[in-house]
């Protein structure tokens, strides 16, 4: 089992920056790709970025390519979202998610461990 916890979300003005931070805990060495998504009231939960474990290959999606940047620390079992140019439709519950392998899906369903979320709300 792998536990996630993130960290980092909160109130923030149209333009400003946030930066939120997940670390693993549990068989981390189990963890290859690591991912942001997030989910809006009344949507469905969506792709932001992902990285392999090697951090050599980094997907984003195309409504945050240029503003947010995805990272990670191996050693301390941590991925961050490093988020700038905040707009108020991003919005949202932000999850982090890892899996056992470098298949980095921009679906929900192949990530094998979720954290519980933490709140951005980006004010206009």
């Known amino acids: 089992q792998v536990q996630l916890v993130e960290s980092g979300g909160g109130l923030v003005q149209a333009g400003g920056s946030l930066r939120l931070s997940c670390a693993a805990s549990?068989?981390?060495?189990?963890?290859?790709?690591m991912g942001w998504f997030r989910q809006a009231p009344g949507n469905d939960r969506e792709f932001v970025a992902a990285?392999?474990?090697?951090?050599?290959?980094?997907y984003y999606a195309d409504s945050v390519k240029g503003r947010f940047t995805i990272s990670r620390d191996n050693a301390k079992n941590t991925v961050s979202l490093q988020m700038n140019s905040l707009k108020p439709e991003d919005t949202a519950v932000y999850y982090c998610?890892?899996?056992?392998?470098?298949?980095?899906?921009?679906?929900?369903?192949?990530?094998?461990?979720w954290g519980q979320g933490t709140q951005v709300t980006v004010s206009s």
């Open positions: 998610a890892v899996r056992g392998d470098d298949y980095l899906s921009r679906l929900v369903a192949p990530w094998d461990y």
């Open positions: 549990g068989r981390t060495f189990s963890i290859y790709g």
């Open positions: 990285l392999t474990r090697s951090g050599g290959r980094r």
